[in-house]
């Protein structure tokens, strides 16, 4: 059985903006990182893409902001696998402060890319086999309302 992979980390001097809280483009590092520790946690590390033929890229994300995130707070991101099939996987986190509240979500897909040729191609067997472990047996997942969200003003 695969364990369930969680980011941790706290929040850094350099991260802060002019409205004294985590700036928004340090989310995306933040949850990129997650994201990395993620497959690397299922030996799709960094070293093993570039020994291989395949790597990934981000083919669309989005974040929610749900409550921010100040100097020195600590916080914790936790990895679900939504969906998958040979050559990509639909993640979405969710991210935590130490009293457990959510402070943003990131939806994210992920697909494998082929180091050569430049064009997607399946991620090899036996990390399609790793993916489908973690998903296999990761917790029941409600989806929240930040799955598949499309921004918009909401028409009266």
């Not at 600590?74 to 509240?101: E, G």
Request: a neutral charge; aromatic letters at 14%; proline letters at 4%.
């Amino acid at each position: 059985m695969t364990k369930e992979y969680i980011y941790q980390n706290t929040v850094q001097p350099s991260w802060i903006d002019n409205n004294n809280h985590m700036h928004d483009a340090q989310y995306y590092a933040v949850f990129s990182d997650a994201v990395a520790g993620f497959f690397a946690s299922l030996d799709f590390s960094r070293e093993y893409r570039q020994s291989q033929e395949v790597t990934m890229f981000t083919v669309e994300a989005h974040i929610s902001f749900l409550k921010e995130l100040l100097l020195d707070e600590a916080f914790y991101i936790k990895v679900h696998i939504y969906n998958y099939d040979a050559k990509r996987v639909h993640l979405f986190l969710n991210m935590y402060n130490s009293q457990h509240k959510p402070n943003a979500t990131y939806e994210v897909m992920m697909m494998g890319v082929s180091n050569k040729q430049r064009k997607s191609m399946n991620f090899p067997e036996p990390i399609q086999a790793k993916i489908k472990a973690y998903f296999d047996q990761q917790q029941t997942f409600e989806a929240p309302k930040q799955l598949g969200h499309v921004i918009g003003i909401p028409q009266k």
